[in-house]
């Protein structure tokens, strides 16, 4: 929740993971009038994440994957429905939080009973309900990550790259 007053905000951190803090920012939007932007589960944000896909084939129009971080699936939604066309899409999650992994098992929606990942942006029990359909035909294959090979893969972008990344932007590098 971030709430604009003057020239500040207000945020507010809340849960251990991203669907108890989803749950009470939509809590607070709802007493005090707010507007919720959902951050996965909106076709409007997931179309201005397509644009990523143009850019990676505007810069490398022979690509063969485009790997794409998955936690909610918007930002694999976007990318997957526009690079769709042209190029083959695998999605990769946490294996400890591989819920559209096991929703597209399932053939629908499904919420996992935990999350268990280092990947903190991608720790998501419930894929997005919009986007389920869209994820189910552009994505072509998902891939789970174990967290020790993101350790793998923090360790060599900072001695090789001198690089500090985020663990749900290592999944793609792991």
Known sequence: VNRTKGYGAEVILYGNVYDEACEYAMKLAEEKGLTFVHPF???DVTTGQGSIA???IKELPTVDYILVPIGGGGLATGVSTLAKLLNPNIGVEPA???CLQESIKAGKVVTLPSVSTIADGTA???PGNRLFPYLQK???DIITVPDEDLIVAFLDMVENHKMIVENSGLLTVA
């Open 41 to 43: 589960d909106d076709l």
């Open 54 to 56: 143009m850019e990676i």
């Open 96 to 98: 400890g939080a591989n």
């Open 124 to 126: 998501v029990k419930t």
């Open 138 to 140: 552009n994505l072509d």
